[in-house]
């Protein structure tokens, strides 16, 4: 337990150090605009750029969603697949 206490403790802190060097006085403030991806070598795009927003609410009231990606697997998801398996299922 202490280990993971001290684990935990020293996550938030760096955490906090990172939002703090990116200008960020409160993780709310966080968004898909601070995170980049690497593409390539050369290519870096912010994560809107990669990932497109979805409208609040949009996944569970059909509304309209243009990422194909989450059109395509969205259908696909359930509580159920979540769940663990039973302990027979692990022996």
């Known amino acids: 337990a202490q280990r993971v206490a001290s684990f935990h403790r020293h996550t938030l802190e760096a955490v906090a150090e990172m939002l703090g060097a990116a200008g960020i006085d409160h993780p709310l403030r966080l968004n898909r605009r601070h995170v980049e991806r690497r593409l390539s070598s ?15 609410g949009a996944l569970f009231n059909g509304g309209l969603i243009e990422d194909r990606r989450i059109t395509t697997y969205w259908p696909l998801v359930s509580g159920e697949s979540f769940a663990l398996p039973d302990a027979e299922a692990l022996r």
């Open 42 to 56: 050369s290519e870096i795009k912010l994560a809107d750029e990669v990932y497109p927003k979805v409208a609040d």
